[in-house]
């Protein structure tokens, strides 16, 4: 039993006659005619009463029709699909993406490529370098956008742009008043200080770069939650060293301050299997956005600029001095 069979006997229905179907899918009248004939010798059974111009189903045709039709609705929904997702309309996206970077620039990409694609399905996982480049590596996930990756994944990493770490600083500590809008790194020495969780890559970042300057802050909290470093910088548990684009505009309570003499930056940008097969329309769209997104609101490295790949690995380093 072949579609093309079917589709024929839907159209004789519709129509109702062999004529009318042969017009409306575009074919001679005899070859209608063969298709019906050879779908009853497969059968057994004749589908149509020939009696009078039009074409009645018989019993078994009335049976039939309630079978086949839905298998052909159901295969012009599967060709739907498919032609949807070659084109980018529908489809299926797995990202991985760290905070800030998560919701300040993928969620509203994301929203975007929904409202011109509905019946793309997304899935968003939000957590540190390790987690994304891991699930990347793994199949998990289709692209990552984190700093980057650990060596031994052999994923490619295409860094966009660098994210700058700040101190935030509660209201009325000695470094928040006006004449400290920049301050020296070993201003910090014993200060109680907030990072985030242990494996995550600004915080390897943060330790290294102040153990280089000989710094020895004191490490009071750690949290893998932006929010909640926040909210402890609020309440004066210490200084929290995050993302500039997370603390920007500083949070009620807070002020934001640079360091004069050591900026670290953190290069970020996308992860992907070298083995991957080529990304479907969707994705290909969205990670173009990303691109585009990203290199407009990249921040360069300048004086006293150490961009740190992976303090796990120093032959990774790349400083500007």
Do not use: K
Request: charged content about 25%.
């Amino acid at each position: 039993m072949e579609l093309r069979h079917l589709a024929t006997f839907r159209a004789v229905l519709r129509e109702g006659s062999f004529l009318r179907a042969a017009r409306a899918l575009r074919l001679a009248q005899p070859t209608v005619t063969l298709h019906i004939q050879e779908l009853e010798e497969e059968l057994g059974l004749s589908l149509f009463d020939r009696r009078g111009r039009r074409r009645p189903t018989t019993p078994a045709g009335t049976q039939f029709s309630e079978r086949a039709l839905p298998i052909l609705d159901a295969v012009d929904a599967l060709r739907r699909s498919m032609e949807e997702l070659r084109d980018g309309r529908s489809g299926w996206i797995r990202i991985g993406a760290i905070e800030p970077a998560a919701s300040e620039h993928v969620a509203p990409l994301l929203g975007r490529l929904r409202r011109e694609r509905p019946a793309l399905r997304i899935r968003l996982d939000v957590t540190g370098t390790q987690g994304v480049s891991r699930a990347v590596a793994d199949g998990e996930l289709d692209l990552g956008l984190c700093s980057a990756p650990p060596a031994e994944l052999s994923l490619e990493f295409e860094p966009l742009f660098a994210e700058e770490i700040a101190l935030l600083v509660p209201r009325g500590h000695r470094l928040a008043g006006p004449r400290t809008i920049r301050i020296r790194a070993r201003e910090l020495q014993g200060e109680p200080l907030l990072l985030s969780e242990q494996g995550c890559a600004y915080r390897r970042a943060v330790e290294t770069a102040l153990s280089e300057h000989g710094v020895r802050p004191q490490w009071a909290l750690e949290s893998g939650s932006t929010a909640t470093l926040r909210a402890a910088v609020r309440n004066r548990v210490g200084i929290a060293m995050l993302p500039r684009r997370s603390v920007s505009p500083a949070p009620p309570g807070t002020v934001v301050r640079g360091l004069s003499d050591l900026v670290i930056a953190l290069p970020v940008g996308l992860v992907r299997r070298p083995d991957a097969a080529p990304p479907p329309p969707a994705l290909a769209a969205l990670t173009d956005a990303l691109r585009r997104e990203l290199r407009r609101h990249a921040s360069r490295p300048g004086i006293g600029v150490r961009s740190l790949r992976d303090p796990d690995n120093p032959g990774r380093f790349e400083s500007v001095s």
